[in-house]
């Protein structure tokens, strides 16, 4: 059967798009993947996508999605229904939402926007309370991994895929995860997943 040729907008350095481009990976999903940078994202044409001016941006036939997690569900609906990627009971959906929601709040306040300030002294939020809530972030998802294998159910789910990216590139905003050995080895096994692709690390040597 031939995969629909879809399209995502992106960069390839933003942990937001490389939530879905992981997902595409682990569902062996073939796709086209075009460079998105602040030049495109303020065309007219990009604006038609998203009048947001946001990536990624998913394009699979006539449908149109921004939003990574939104990318996510709609991704594990659409092709992977059958799978246990997004669970359809009442609690294994509720903990799924449950850390999208911290994927889209603590997390991305977090190491997100401490990594944002890092590599390109970017962002209006102030890095010292982006660390801090970095490393609470951190304890609480050390202390739920130390009895857990994954995040929202005991097998992995687009929960993980969307804190991944941005919790395995934390040290680049200067957050350590020395101390969080649970998280880390919940990454581990993230990334030993058949089809894992990684995030490029940043070129920056003091933020490596």
Known sequence: MNQPQIKLYGVA????????????HLLDIQYEQIEAGADVRATADFRKLNPLGQIPVLVDGDVVLSDSNAILVYLAKRYAADSKWLPQDAVGAAQVQRWLSIAAGELRFGPANARIHALWKMGKDDPVRAAEIGRDLLGFMNQHLASHDYLASAYPTIAD???????????????????YPAVRAWLARIEQLPGFVAMPRSAIPEAA
């Open 13 to 24: 350095l933003s942990g937001h798009c490389h939530r879905v481009k992981l997902f595409l």
């Open 161 to 179: 895929l969307a804190c991944h990216s941005y919790v395995a590139h934390a040290p680049e905003g200067g957050i350590s995860l020395d101390a």
